[in-house]
């Protein structure tokens, strides 16, 4: 039974430590491969993308999210995707019908599976090695393509905006506060003008979107990221952690849950500030040691899904299940399909 509104309060009045809601809202992993190619300078070779889709010469995405959604009960994919390939090398210039087309058979896909879907910029805050506002691509530019996504998407309820993948080194966190400010402003103009419905928006900070270094690095600037009414309705921080030993999710042994150096205080700073954020990435080998660490991450967000709306593992999609680390990449035989083993292990609905 779904608990009402109502009802919760009048839980919450009768016991001493309400119940929380039974887990995050959202689980699921990443569907990589129209990002191949980009580099963390922001470079994008578009010749290197390896689209995830049968029907475009690539590995079976849209067979991996039906068995996700069917056999593991996931709900969310985060599609990364190289923004230099969306307007084939035209910095500032129109989304290229031909390259769209291609992207857009992947979030149909998606969206295909009855899941909610990450469109997710994959340029860790950069175009060809400069960064956004801050001597890269202009604000301007950057709000051309997010308004374009929009406009595109507006009627597409089950989609959500990741504004950009792990940017890093950014000079003036304040300058990239209005970097993405001008971004919202020009998706929620963009639905308005479509009479679409107001998407969640994911807002990324500096540092790789280190969940640990959120509270204190950049979530003090991105706080004044505000829709046009200047509210924070679907404005959802993104954050990002892997649990190797250098927290970069190049090792497929685990250290740590990051759950006291991490996701603890950045919780404390969220219910602080009445916010809530999603980890987009994270995960490890498929190894004895990250399954224990990454299982204990996921108990943790599970816990305290009132800041925690979702994770999404890193990754499925186009990597070689066998020879990739991080694999998350179900394999198929005749008609079965089989997870790897730290999603077989961790990545389900809360008990
Ligand atoms: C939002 O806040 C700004 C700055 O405080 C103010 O100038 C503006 O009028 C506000 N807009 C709305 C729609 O309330
Ligand atoms: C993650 O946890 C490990 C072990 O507790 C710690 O050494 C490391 O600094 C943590 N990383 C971050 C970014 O908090």
Known sequence: MKATV???VTLAAGLATPKRATGVQ???VNIAGFDFGCATDGTCVTTKVYPPLLALG???????MSHFTKDTSMNIF???VGWQFL???????????GNLGKFDQLVKACLGTGATCIIDIHNYARWNGKIIGQGGPTNEEFASLWSQLATKYASEEKIMFGLMNEPHDVPDINAWAKSVQAAVTAIREAETKASG???????????????AAFPTKSGPALLSVVNPDNTTTGLVFDVHKYSDTDNSGTHTDCTTDNISSAFAPLADWLRTNKRQAINTEMGGGNTESCQKY????IAYLNKNADVYVGYVGWSAGSFDPQTYELSEVPTKTGDTWADSALVQACFKKAA
């Open 6 to 8: 109502a009802s919760i």
């Open 294 to 297: 990454v299982c204990d991450q």
């Open 87 to 97: 307007v084939n090398n035209q910095l500032g210039g129109t989304l290229d019908s």
């Open 197 to 211: 419905s107001a998407h969640s928006i994911l807002i990324p900070g500096n540092d790789w979107t280190s969940a």
């Open 26 to 28: 959202y689980f699921g």
């Open 78 to 80: 985060r599609l990364p």
């Open 58 to 64: 690539g590995p079976d995405g849209e067979g991996q």
